[in-house]
């Protein structure tokens, strides 16, 4: 007996809901765009769906035709590739459009994880909608909610951004602009510039926020480990083989300040100065004067500039 046969001809009981069972093998329709994720470590994440779809579907388009190969070749799946990758994505979107044009099914895939998000699929997705054909999304693994869901962080929201500018200038640029949200953030970091983005996290958002590191998530050596900032980079050195395979970063947010915290002078010193002077200044000149800490007059002039706004 196939898996097929377990798991779409097996009988269901009459009394239970449409929505509870087990719908049929599912083909895919002409001139549409299937958006399907892939595992991105261990190939048995992928879903009953998506394979459905990979092995019916006339042309995949994928980001590594050679690393898409491999998991196709494990799913006895034999299909008609073209290459899809940030090099190509506008050059390629007029060849989608005509194999679409022509009643053919494609199917977007990247090499680990769900198109468009971190990886080329977007411009082909927002390019094709456009044109006015359809585009079906195939749920199925995304690093960042893997990451996110095994973490125990237990605030309601959060942010992803993604990879931050490989160079530090830009990177640290990005920070000061992420400072103040409130909510986790999600990086994705390569192995090669985990440390120097471990740095600048501490650098432009202080050693004291919480910090998850997750990498080879679903390989074999899955690892996820927790601490403060000031720890993280420390814990990365004490083994070598912990700063290899590819990062997830979940960041803690930005602690809105205890006015309390502040005494009443620093903080008339800080509204005045917020009056006449950029941010960034206003902060500087108060820690100066004042000798209260830059980081928390920074955040109680976030806090009093955003009240400002909503006054407005």
């Not at 950029?278 to 902060?283: I, Y």
């Amino acid at each position: 007996m196939s898996i097929n046969d377990i798991f779409y001809n097996t009988p269901h009981p009459s009394n239970q809901p449409d929505h509870c069972k087990m719908q049929s093998k599912e083909l895919p329709s002409p001139g549409t765009l299937y958006i399907v994720a892939t595992p991105i470590g261990n190939l048995r994440d992928i879903t009953l769906r998506a394979l459905d779809i990979l092995s019916a579907v006339d042309v995949m388009a994928a980001e590594d035709t050679r690393t898409t190969a491999n998991l196709l070749r494990h799913y006895s799946i034999n299909k008609k590739m073209m290459a899809l990758h940030r090099h190509n994505e506008n050059a390629t979107v007029d060849k989608v459009a005509s194999l679409l044009s022509r009643g053919q099914s494609v199917a977007l895939v990247t090499d680990a994880g769900t198109p468009g998000i971190s990886d080329p699929g977007g411009i082909l997705v927002k390019l094709i909608r456009e044109q006015g054909y359809k585009v079906v999304p195939v749920p199925g693994p995304s690093a960042a909610v893997c990451a996110l869901s095994a973490a125990g962080i237990t605030a309601p929201h959060f942010l992803f951004y993604g990879f931050l500018p490989a160079s530090g200038g830009p990177r640290r640029r990005e920070l000061e602009a992420l400072k103040s949200q409130p909510y986790t953030i999600i990086f994705y970091e390569a192995p090669h510039r985990i440390l120097e983005c471990l740095t600048d996290l501490v650098e432009v958002l202080g050693d004291q926020r919480r910090i998850t590191i997750a990498r080879e998530l679903t390989k074999l050596f899955e690892t996820i480990h927790s601490c403060e900032l000031r720890d993280a980079s420390a814990w990365l050195q004490a083994d070598p083989n912990r700063q290899k395979g590819e990062f997830v970063l979940l960041v803690s947010g930005a602690v809105a300040p205890n006015p309390a915290e502040l005494p009443e002078q620093a903080q008339h010193i800080l509204k005045l100065l917020l009056r006449d002077l950029p941010l960034k200044h206003a902060v500087t000149l108060s820690a100066e004067i004042s000798g209260e800490s830059k980081n928390t007059l920074y955040s109680q002039a976030l806090l009093l500039q955003r009240e400002q706004n909503q006054q407005k």
